[in-house]
């Protein structure tokens, strides 16, 4: 086991992040935060489609033999309905946030990629609720909301320019996503 540990580590010439990189991540969530139509809040569940997500970020600041810290940015849209006894909802909502991420590099290892980080931005919502005794719509909830994320996630890459990437969130449209990676 020291060998294979000792010959990982000196064949690794690099990590996967690095000063001046530019990665960029497509990808699918799951969890996506649906909307109750008997309280009016969060519930989190499936929603009818999976959650699309485009992120991207650019070393910019090494951390000595920790790491780096990335600075990008993430879009993300998804849609969702609930089905509630008197009331049926559905919703749609669009998010742009601001990312900033630190990839630690103390394994060197050119394949394999862990990270942390927040992020923080907008979320636009379009919330229709609908009663399932009269069928009246009412009490839409349409507008914009300020939210803050914390993620965790972890990349592999395949060779030097596509991996595969998956993240564990609080606070975005989707709280897993799984997806490709494309190094620039």
């Keep these: 086991m020291a060998v294979a540990l000792v010959s990982t580590v000196s064949v690794a010439q690099s990590n996967v992040m690095n000063k001046g990189d530019f990665m960029m991540n497509v990808g699918l969530g799951i969890g996506y935060p649906t909307y109750s139509a008997y ?46 006894y008197y009331y049926n909802s559905s919703a749609f909502s669009t998010e742009l946030l601001f990312r900033g991420a630190w990839h630690l ?35 839409n909830k349409n507008g914009t909301n300020f939210i803050i994320s914390e993620f965790v996630g972890a990349r ?6 596509f991996g595969f990437f998956g993240e564990f969130t609080n606070g975005e449209i989707s709280f897993s996503k799984i997806g490709v990676t494309f190094k620039f």
């Design 156 to 161: 592999y890459m395949m060779n030097e320019n």
């Design 39 to 84: 309280s009016y809040g969060y519930d989190y569940g499936f929603g009818i489609m999976p959650s699309i997500t485009v992120s991207g970020e650019y070393g910019m600041f090494p951390t000595g033999d920790i790491g780096i810290v990335t600075l990008g940015g993430i879009a993300s849209m998804g849609a969702s309905k609930s089905t509630g």
């Design 105 to 139: 590099s103390v394994w060197n290892n050119p394949t394999f990629d862990v990270y942390a980080g927040v992020g923080t931005g907008v979320r636009i919502n379009s919330i229709k609720y609908t009663s399932n005794i009269s069928g009246t719509k009412f009490d």
